[in-house]
Structures are given as C-alpha cells and as structure tokens.
C-alpha cells in the first residue's frame, strides 16, 4: 500500500499495534498524571522501526496519522479527575534533519511533517492584524470604513 493512501481502520490498527508494543509504560505514566501532563511524546524512530510505512505516512500526512492515534490513546475512564476527559495530544520527537531553513520553506512542504533550523533571536507578542479600521463620529455616529494595507497611514 503506498504511503499517499491508507484507510481509516488499517491505519488505526497500525497504530494500535505500535501503542502496545512501545508506548505501554509512557501511555500508563501519562494517565497517572493527567491532567497536569497532556501530551504523549513518541519517538519517530520507534515508528520507524516498528513500521517504515506507518513512518512514511506519518510524514507525509502528519495531520490524519497524528489524529488516528489520538484517537488510539484516548480512554473515556483514564485521568485522575472524573470530570475532566482523558485527551492527550501526541507530540513527535526524533524527526529526521533534513538541514531546511526557515526561507526556504515553500508550497512542497505543505501538509507534511518537517524540521527546521534557527535561532530564536527576539520573542515578541503577537498583534491582531487590523483588516478594516472603523471610525466613528462622536457627535453624528456616522462610521467611517477603512481597509487597511501595509502603507495605511491613519487618518
């Protein structure tokens, strides 16, 4: 089967398989503490070994792989709070290098699971990006409309 289509129960079943085979002790660790722990780190090289097809789709459709086993690992009488739903995230670590900078990310890597370099040189808060800037009138209450661009100037 190529690694651009797989159906739902193969796949889950896949995964299944590779829970109980590398992720027991991890997967009982993670219940015992959620929910202050969330997320099930898996080694991709785990994945590799246990399955080179699972692997190749995992990168190649990181977003159907990662939710079909979400969906393996999550047990509605698991969590150490009856109120709160045992629904991990799982977070993939050990991803092959494959040296791609961040400018050179483009349309191919879309929908697929990569790594990059960098450095993280400045931390800033994120700003809503203004679209459509409304002025209102105080005295009259007429609205004034405003499409924003990169060279706005406010009125």
Known sequence: MASGSMDDS?????????????CTQDLETLEANYPTKRSLVVDFGNVQ??????????????DIAIEALEKVIKKPTAGSLEDVPFEPHVRISGVPEN???????????IERLITIKGIITKRAEVWHKVKVALYKCMMCDHVLRFPRTKKSITP
């Open 10 to 22: 193969h796949l889950l079943s896949l995964w299944e398989d590779f829970v109980q085979n590398y």
């Open 49 to 62: 070994r246990h399955d080179p097809e699972l692997a190749a789709y995992l990168l190649d459709k990181p």
């Open 99 to 109: 040296n791609l900078l961040v400018q050179n990310i483009s349309s191919v890597h």
